[in-house]
């Protein structure tokens, strides 16, 4: 996987090979980044050249006028050594200057990879991963950086980071230290990103690659909401299936900062890692720093290439533990139809009627501890409250298991209310800074997880309640950014945003590491903490508090370029929805939340005796399909309409897929829909059918009367009453195609348009939608 001849390195995937080598001033000049080269010679052509001075550029040393640090396509740069582009490393070193010149000393090649001491980063067996660590010494100051690759050959992603130790007695002062850089040569890129904010994380948004610098950071103390660490350098031309596309990401939770630049000489500079912004760290002699795990991947097949790779790098390198490919259970959460007003009585009734509709697993949001009856207070509190549950969480507990589901609880453990006991007895557990009074969120401040006793703290209570109440699963909450970046623990406070991040990441290992049974989904106000960082210790994450399937297909979507749906926590909720009023069928709320981890967030006592037969065949449906909707290549179709979206999820053999076909508003008189296959095998023959699916009456209003064969009034009881019993069948079409005719695209049957209904109509009007089902047939 990983050779070297000649001062150059080759760093071999299945498909895809990466090459730099070592400048005869010791400088790492990178050389490609492609698809596998299976000739060395070939490198040479592919080299840059510099066989010409440029003017105004600063000459490296008299005897080669052209060689320039500015015009090199680099693996790490220096600083004021005639380099002028975005620098990965600004610090003030041992002898009270910026100036850095790292240059190759060594290397070395070993099998597997090799942990981290402060962070979580990708894992392998020796058979899966090798090592590249190359150092890099600036003799001037004393000062080493390693440079670590490992090479993930089966799923074609080669991570980086650094280490930088220093070994001169006075102190390096880090400001800005990136996880990785690389020059690319130019091409019409634009770079990916995907952005947002609280209920509308993760929407996709392309930039042009121009001259300049495009940053993509966050600052709130997480990964954030705003822009998550994740970003894809793409082709300008590049589609779903077809073009050069690399992605970029970084394991890490706290503040992140990635720059694009693309270079007066065209050479496009992207650099991935911590953000600078406060960022202050004092290297004492002999210490070394290390950054967070910097994630690439390249693939000539498009963005579809790309996120399988990632896909698969997450689900293989990332996920570890007892959860690692294992199937998530179906769940129910409390919150949208509880909030805090709850008792165990009516948990009971709630958890029965799941229990009676297949649902796995009973999960108790917030509001069970202390005085949290509403989000002024209790925080940090977690005993208990004896007049919401009479008989404790263990009482609830044995209830909940005894009618056959697992146990789950909500937690913010990093959070404290000023009107709770902890606070009372340990203001100075909270993060605030001496002469200001705090700024709050969500009425509430951060606990300071710099000071060890307060980690503690976290680690005890959590754990005790785990092993209490036999939880088989824990909500990790987190519902506000950070402010008053300050700990008295602290001599350095530009220390404190990372030092925050080591902390919680300590914490969960030593809650969730001993415990690898109980699945962590971690939260941050839904997607606000959604990164390669949070999934090392937790298994799926809550996409977002938006669970409208409309605003879903985007946020879902967004995440699935860089993740897979074995990730994403998704929930079938109420309609009108909460957050967008929006008024969605019960199909499409399952049509998107079965692309991902299903749950219900919904009031199932409420729901009417056809609902609850609806919502019982989709979990049949999703428990048989499960395996494929969580871990089957989840692949984006190209939108043919802009009110249309499509998703397929795809088994290993081909044999079997699932397409869902989602109509956003619907369109008048529109022609043929097709419903496009792809991944299958050309020859095979497949039966196609619609997952079927319930036609409410309601949603006809003053229309019925044109689809009942009696005339009855659309507001009267008589309807009323036939709708909680009984509705219509919603279109479904059978077919049987070769995988060749189903990636040409096959015909569906029109859309209602107005001039009569019959039941071979698709009903899709706005925010209709179905899944297919695809199965090969064995003869
Ligand atoms: C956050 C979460 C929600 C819910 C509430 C409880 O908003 O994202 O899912 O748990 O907190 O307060």
Redesign the pocket.
Known sequence: MITEKEGIFYLNTKNTTYVFGVTKFKHLEQIYYGTKLTNEVEVGAVRYKQSAQTGTTVMYDASDENYSMDTLPLEWSGCGRGDYRCNPLEAKMPDDTFITDFTFQKYEIIKGNVPMQTLPSAYGTEHETQTLIVTLFDEVQNVTLKLYYSVYEACDVITRRVVMTNHAVKAVSIRKIQSMMIDLKYRNYDMVTFDGGWIREAHKHTKEVTYGMIVNSSTTGSSSNRHNPGFVLAEHTATQDHGWVYGFNLVYSGNHYSCVERSNRDLIRVSIGINPHCFEWQLKQDESFETPEAVMTFSPHGFNGMSHQFHDFVNHHIIRGDWKGKDRPILI?N??SD??DFHESGLLKLASQASKLGIELFVL???WFGERNH?KAGLGDYQVNHKKLPHGLIGLSKKVKAMGMDFGL?F?PEMINEDSELYRNHPEYAVTVPGRKAVKG?NQLVLDLCKKEVRQYIIDQVGTIIDEAELSYV?W?M?RHISEMYSEALLVQGEFSHRYIMGLYEILQSIFGTRPHVLLES????GNRFDLGMLCFSPQI?V??DTDPIERLKIQEGLSYLYPQSTFGAHVSMAPHQQTLRNTPLSTRFNVAAFGCLGF?LDLKQLSPVEKKEVRDQIIFYKRYRELLQYGIFSRHEQLRENQKSWQVTSRNARTALVGFYQTLGQAAVGMDQLIVKELQQDAIYAVSTRPQNLYLDRFGGLIKHAMPIKINPKGVILRTANQVYSLKDCVETYQASGRILEAGICLNDQFVGTGYHNNMRMLGDYGSNIYLIEQKIN
């Open positions: 959460n919150w949208e909030f805090f949001d917030d509001g989000d909500w913010e969500r909500k909450d519902n939260c941050a106000s839904g809550w977002s508090d967030e």
